[in-house]
């Protein structure tokens, strides 16, 4: 430090990776100063240091001494973070931002960089200019097009409005192909575009993603609770209820129908576009969502020896279906492997390239039929558990999606009396989703509040007993939204702990008979409804993934919606499908015998056997240091 | 005669073709000994001589002498006929009764003789007997199916039941098949029909044919006005109404959907079968009628350049179109050729296999729209023109359907006094239908009560005029069996004279254009709603057929519905009935510069110029000489 610096009221960050300039004030902490300059950073503890959401890494430039949380958050993740809440300057500096935190993974896979490589549509809109027909030449309406397009296939409903398309335009029109079947015609535009819709179809939520087909553009996300819930929490329970009566099995297919419908309206506000342009619309799901959609009660899925109705891709029209599209469009759905691998992860393996690698890697699909696949060189192993909707915040007491008021991140104080969190919106919190749900207990579990086997401590001051059952307080009914207390339960934390077991035990078992050394494990993909908000750091920390090092953690956000829209936009991929699910070596755990001890051992947490989780229990173990 | 045979009390007669012996009494015409003996014959004037429908061919035996009227017979048709009625043994003999009557045709084409030959229907009934699924064997329900039928096209339908028809028929299940695609799976059956469904669909009348798939069985065959008749007589009305506003277009077709399900309903009934058994409907019709059932105007078919909608073979779902058979099921088009020649010509073509001679051969088929084809070394020429109902029974004063009831067969006494008729079931007459209407107009010219340019003449007992219009009177209201007279009016026969010019000046353009002589035509073979019924020796003494030798017509019946029936059970035909369309060569009358006053001269009964009916007018006029 000269003297210069001593007069000097500011001084510049530069933030990589953009290389944005700002100007942060001496004795600003670096978070301050990003959220003066509107810099986006999160932050739950707000500044505290505890939550270590304001990681930062620092590349350049004199910085203040770590503090005490600073040097707690170094000791559980690596020396080579710096909390920006912490942390002053002292000279001009440059920081590295983008996809840092002390706890997420260092990369999310983004749709966009995949589709702009891969844009090939099976629907497409192609400009045709037809010669005027006279009375030399006759050829008919249709046939006209259809010798222009070099096809004979066509969906009938064409016929209805080929003549009138045809004279008004002036014979110039746009033909609507799927592959080489002519859905439609529709006047010439020169700034032509057609869309298509890729669903999430997952046992609790569903996933809808609006594209322009001609570039490859998303344009709207919407997503909604999958109406069929009412009929059971889990894929079992609404066989069950399918299974009972044809009545049933029209409810459950009409739930589902209603509820694409829903976004598809959602999607089509949004972006401003009439339905009629919407021609394709590409479903991923598991087995048996898969089969309500399409009319089938799955009765003999849930029972030995677990036979799906069907496996193929389907194609089916979507006025077949009454999806509120284009009449001539297509509703397709994925291939699936077996009753329990479904569609969903055949998503998954496409999104990841995990077919791709020679060493071993794995994935794992958060949802509430929860998937584990195994790659190695002996094949592609792939088993599937019931996980619940618990993860996905249903059942839990305050529970909710992730929409405006939940709480999405969390942290407790030292001596579990403060709770800091971040809503979604950051809107007065109204209950907890799934990525606030697994911090909230993992910090329950750090700040001792919750035991090893999943029981909470009576004595802490937010630990209350309310109709004979304990729970922690989250937030209290004056900083709520509902201006009621919002909590975790016993019985919710005994929930998120069978969801957590179901995932851990069926990696740990499908490692096994893959022979798989999980420090062998070169990747460790992670997909689910919730899996781009979900911080491994925690999901370790509560034994809901396995351990492995963080730079092998990659998040693939929902892959089985990421997995649908890439099979909208590029017909090469859709036929690839087959092939990929055909490689897939299916492990019934019904068949393995130790299946029930194991998945015990793993309701722990993090784990009955605490090796599994050395490096984890070790980082914990620092939060708790005096230095 | 030896003294034997004068105390003889009875003959015994052989009947070919079938080699049936009756007794015939002494002093009993053949015709009473026949209806003793419950032998089908036709009459028509109750015995007289008059009507010539009771008409044999003796190869075998003495008989009576010829009466007056046999002569006039012999001496319009041929020296070789008898009449039933007038005839008497003088010793047992033998006769030829079957498809012999004064003036019919010698030949009849029979569905059931084209079928047996040639069944190969595109739908089938495929027994599937599959190996059960186990631990081992997790194959899913769909394609355990499939791999066994060795396809992989299916329609998406199938999965809603295949689980549990698969399961509960404990794997032994059939197939549908349309060619490769899965359309159902039921439980096994060892007599495993299916069922399949052929329309004419005429601008008048619709019929349609109830097959046994499995066998090419006809089980059924049913009769309707076509419903669209209420927005217009002729297809350019119809063309007209549809085209105002998307609303009338729907009724159009919604017409034509009810009287195909209202026929499918009654086919049925009658032959008691479920519509869920039947997957397959095949429609021969004109361009129009075509069109209007998938939905489209015709706008541009209705005025220059005359360019129809499509032209193509259509297959579209019966679920599409709300045809009440098997929603899987398919409704398939014939292909047509432009805005006049439609799918029911090809359907004629087909049937009469013209395309396969080599010496001129001609075709007329009388409908609603009438079109005539010529074959030649040139190729396969057609045309249409706009006959109107007419000769169906619509729009005439008294006309009706060929129901019960309905006068088919008519003979007017020389003296233009008595009127002989035979109705539908015997019936009391309550109306008159195409093939009657024919008949009583040539007599009414043979007995010169119609004057050749069709005038009705008022100095003959049965012409009144009522209402300011002369009528003749067939049936008196006190035999009629609607209390009423029953009568062919002034304005009633004006419009046969419109419908049967259009056909006759159609025919002899296109043989002029297509350079063919009338008389080098080897076959003339005559199809059409009525062309079952109508006589061709009646229809050449009006003018509606072009004079061709007797033994050249060759009556295909309802050319168009057969030509249904066999694209039903040939996949083959169906096939084949593409190239056929190809190859026909459509001539314009519109451009004919000379068709107005053709069709003028063809109004005349027979036609203006004679020489074109020499024969005929021969024939008819030995009906007026004493001997």
Chains 1, 2 share one sequence.
């Not at 791709?356 to 509430?368: N, Q, R, S, W």
């Not at 034994?543 to 089985?560: A, D, F, H």
Request: charged residues 25%; neutral net charge.
């Amino acid at each position: 430090m000269d003297m210069n610096n001593n007069s000097k009221k500011f001084y510049t960050l530069r933030i990589l990776p953009n290389g944005v300039l700002v100007t942060v004030n001496v004795g600003e902490t670096i978070l301050e100063a990003l959220l003066r300059n509107g810099i986006p950073i999160e932050s739950v503890c707000g500044g505290k240091g505890i939550c270590g959401k304001c990681a930062i890494r620092v590349l350049d430039g004199l910085l203040s001494e770590p503090t005490l949380q600073e040097r707690k958050w170094q000791k559980a993740i690596g020396s080579n973070i710096r909390l920006a809440c912490q942390t002053k300057l002292l000279s001009d500096a440059t920081i590295e931002l983008s996809e840092i935190s002390a706890t997420k993974n260092v990369k999310i896979l983004t749709l966009g960089k995949r589709i702009q490589t891969n844009l090939s549509p099976s629907t497409i809109r192609k400009a045709t200019f037809l010669t005027k027909p006279s009375l030399e030449d006759q050829k008919a309406d249709l046939e006209r097009v259809l010798s222009e397009l070099n096809t004979a296939k066509f969906d009938p409903l064409v016929l209805e409005k080929i003549s009138k398309t045809v004279w008004s335009s002036n014979f110039n029109v746009d033909a609507i192909l799927f592959e080489d079947e002519l859905l439609d015609v529709v006047s010439h535009s020169n700034d032509s575009h057609l869309y298509g819709v890729s669903f999430d179809i997952g046992t609790t939520t569903v996933v809808g993603y609006l594209y322009d087909l001609s570039n490859g553009e998303l344009l709207s996300v919407k997503s909604s609770f999958n109406e069929q819930i009412k009929f059971g929490e889990d894929v079992i329970s609404r066989v069950e209820y399918a299974s009972r009566s044809y009545e049933n099995l029209k409810n459950v297919r009409e739930a589902i129908i209603s509820t694409m419908n829903k976004i598809i309206k959602e999607l089509l506000e949004e972006a401003k576009i009439d339905a009629s342009q919407v021609y394709d619309v590409v479903c991923s799901g598991n087995t048996i969502m898969t089969a309500f959609l399409l009319g089938n009660d799955s009765f003999y899925s849930s029972r030995a020896p677990y036979i799906p109705p069907f496996t193929s891709q389907v194609k089916i029209k979507a006025r077949d279906l009454k999806i509120e599209i284009s009449p001539s469009g297509y509703i397709r759905t994925l291939p699936c492997v077996s009753a329990y691998i479904g569609g969903d992860v055949v998503a998954d393996i496409l999104v990841s390239e995990l077919f791709k690698y020679e060493d071993p890697v794995a994935l794992i699909d958060l949802g509430t039929n929860g998937e584990v696949v195994i790659k190695n060189q002996n094949g592609i192993f792939a088993a599937s558990c019931a996980a619940g909707p618990a993860l996905e915040g249903y059942s839990i007491r305050h529970g909710m999606r992730a929409m405006d008021g939940a709480i999405e991140s969390i942290t407790i104080s030292e001596d579990g009396n403060e709770v800091f969190f971040k809503t979604v919106g950051n809107k007065k919190p109204i209950g907890i989703c799934g990525s606030g749900i697994v911090e909230a207990l993992a910090w329950l579990r750090i700040r001792g509040i919750v035991s090893k086997t999943g029981k909470l401590l009576e004595n802490f001051a937010r630990v209350k007993k309310e109709d004979n059952e304990l729970q922690f307080i989250l937030v209290d009914e004056k900083r709520s939204g509902t201006g009621k207390n919002i909590v975790i339960t016993q019985n919710d934390i005994r929930k998120i702990q069978l969801a957590k077991a179901a995932v851990l035990s069926t990696f740990l078992i499908l490692s096994r008979i893959s022979k798989t050394k999980v420090e062998d494990i070169k990747k460790l993909f992670v997909a689910g409804a919730f899996g781009n908000y979900i911080d491994p750091f925690y999901a370790m920390v509560i034994g809901l993934l396995p351990e492995v090092q963080k730079e092998k953690i990659v998040q693939i956000g929902n892959g089985s919606g990421m997995g649908a829209s890439s099979l909208l936009l590029s017909k090469e991929l859709w036929k690839e499908s087959i092939e990929v699910a055909r490689k897939i070596k299916v492990v019934e755990l019904n068949l393995i015998p130790s299946f029930r001890q194991e998945f015990i051992n793993a309701t722990f947490i993090p784990h009955k056997d605490e090796t599994l989780f050395q490096g984890t229990l070790k980082s914990i173990s620092s939060f708790g240091e005096e230095e």
